[in-house]
């Protein structure tokens, strides 16, 4: 499979638990989801439904997500820059990223799938509009790849210990 990759055009929003709410009533719990989560995840299915694949994706999957959120006015001083600038600030990332993945589940079998994958925040460029760049990709092929990523604490790759025969193991006896 090659790289499915799409922009949505449209502001993304923060779903804590996919807009999912419960209730209590007569002793038994009620769950359902806001009109605005609904509404947001039903945008979402509209704008990418040009790009689900006849068949579902199988196999484990590396899904990426880029959110350009608005500017705030704050960053739109002459000194600031003109480019995308990173968002360190609310909304979370991963509320960003959970509502907008249960809303492409049409892509995939099982969101159990999806193994690996960014998820990053920005927000937009002088005059840009909001929007979600999506990427989802296969892992077939590079897991033995993604084994050998470089561990930035200067540890062995995952799957490389030498020897492993008990190593950093205290001897009890």
Sequence with gaps: MNEIRFTLQVEPKSLQKSGKRMVIRGGKPLFFKNKEAEEYQRTIKVLAKSHIPSEPLTGPLIVDFIFIIPRPGRLNRKSDPDGLIPCPARPDRDNLQKGTQDALSDFWIDDGQIFDGRTAKFYAERGGD???????????????????????????????EKGNDNQGKRNRS
Aim: glycine share 10%.
């Design 130 to 160: 909001p929007r979600i760049i999506v990427s989802i990709r296969s892992a077939s092929g590079e897991q033995e790849a993604l084994t050998r990523r470089p561990n930035t604490q200067g540890h062995e790759p995952l799957g490389a």
